[in-house]
């Protein structure tokens, strides 16, 4: 049961380490592969990625539905909307 994803999400994309804009690259195409509803936790270090991810869902539509630091990591809950 550990493995399997939670009700919030249905992926998670590990992207710690990477910097601007390797992050949002990879969520663009990991987002595409879940249906319309689905959703994905990405993690990153990269201090650009909060305002990174609030352009990203203005310019694509889908919703970033959660935004959370925890010291150096930013956490994101995004659901495809379209």
Known sequence: MGDMPTKD???VLDCRGLLCPV???RLS???KELPVGGRI???ATDPGSEPDM???ERQTGNRLLEATRDGKEFRFLVERAK
């Open 9 to 11: 999400e249905s992926r």
């Open 23 to 25: 992050p949002i690259i």
């Open 29 to 31: 195409k990991a987002v």
């Open 41 to 43: 936790r990405m993690m």
């Open 54 to 56: 609030r352009a990203w």
